[in-house]
């Protein structure tokens, strides 16, 4: 993990430990209130082990929506 995503995982800490809001972290991390929501249902559902492949997973996502589209 390099510092950019331990920042990304502090702040989306703090939303899901509820010291800051949704709003505020799209704000700080640079993305919209609806991607923050999904890091934070992916935090709550995998677990911290995931959040190094939080890139790889978003890449797999939007390759496997390129294929259904087709």
Do not use: H, P
């Not at 809001?21 to 993305?31: E, G, K, N, T, Y």
Request: glycine share 2%.
């Amino acid at each position: 993990m390099n510092n950019s995503d331990i920042n990304r995982f502090k702040v989306i800490q703090d939303v899901y430990d509820r010291r800051i809001r949704r709003v505020d972290a799209a704000d700080i991390l640079d993305l919209s209130v609806r991607q923050v929501q999904r890091l934070i249902d992916r935090l709550r559902e995998f677990g911290v082990m995931t959040t190094s492949l939080w890139g790889n997973l978003e890449a797999m996502s939007n390759r496997k929506l390129s294929c259904n589209r087709k």
